[in-house]
């Protein structure tokens, strides 16, 4: 089965400094990934998504992600965190149940805190 | 164009009793997909529907139920309430439930619903 593993459930950067934030996934096949991002009191927003088109995308807000097939990774990063980016950040993998038909598998999440 | 719409943002509800969550998907999108969040369960696949038919499941009991109306618009039931269903209920459309880049799905504001 496919899955992510999102390693940290905490961050936190100081305004202007790099934000890291892990994902790992699991599948015997190429994945499809996703990254969406949480506000408080909101719904989930798509910030970018691999499809295997491209190894580095690029997402909304100034995000990408690097794909590793060889480490199993699915990084989120921004060079520069703005206070806007304090929020919840998802990983997820499109993923076939027993049916065949395909369900988003979501990691656990990772609260990233923006200091000043 | 509309981003996914989902009644009502809160309710409160008393264990034993039903409540009804609604979503409207984004115009063309004809695969409705429900999830679950909560703290302790994170985010979790519900059902997936599509031209009227219940096509995905994820685990959850039968006391979990949804349909989906000839416009496409979807609706979930939980009948005979437990605390533990307190969550933020999300519904998700994308065109029509295959993989991506062609169906990335889209989140709505989602559902608070919560039980005493």
């Known amino acids: 089965a496919q899955s992510v593993t999102q390693l940290g459930s905490h961050v936190s950067v100081s305004e202007g400094a790099l934000v890291l934030l892990r994902c790992n996934y699991s599948s015997s096949v190429p994945p499809y990934l996703f990254w969406y991002v949480q506000y408080p009191n909101q719904g989930l927003q798509l910030l970018l998504k691999?499809?295997?088109?491209?190894?580095l995308v690029k997402g909304i807000n100034g995000f990408e992600a690097e794909f590793k097939k060889s480490e199993t990774s699915f990084h989120l990063t921004k060079p520069s965190a703005h206070m806007s980016d304090a929020a919840e950040y998802f990983c997820a993998v499109s993923a076939r149940g027993d049916t065949g038909r395909r369900a988003l598998t979501f990691g656990s999440g990772t609260r990233l805190q923006v200091q000043p | 164009k509309a981003g996914v719409t989902q009644t009502p943002r809160y309710l409160i509800k008393t264990r034993g009793q039903q409540v009804t969550l609604s979503c409207s998907p984004i115009?063309?999108?004809?695969?409705v997909s429900w999830y679950q969040q909560t703290p302790g369960q994170g985010l979790q696949f519900l059902f997936e529907?599509?031209?009227?038919?219940?096509?995905n499941k994820g685990n959850f009991p039968g006391r979990f139920s949804g349909r989906q109306f000839s416009n496409s618009r979807s609706e979930m039931n939980v009948s005979t309430l437990e605390l533990g269903d307190s969550a933020l209920y999300l519904c998700?459309?994308?065109?029509?439930?295959?993989?991506?880049?062609?169906?990335?799905?889209?989140f709505g504001e989602g559902s608070w619903l919560t039980v005493v």
């Open positions: 115009s063309g999108h004809r695969s």
């Open positions: 998700a459309s994308s065109v029509d439930g295959g993989p991506p880049p062609g169906n990335t799905i889209y």
């Open positions: 529907y599509f031209s009227e038919t219940q096509r």
């Open positions: 691999y499809t295997s088109a491209a190894t």
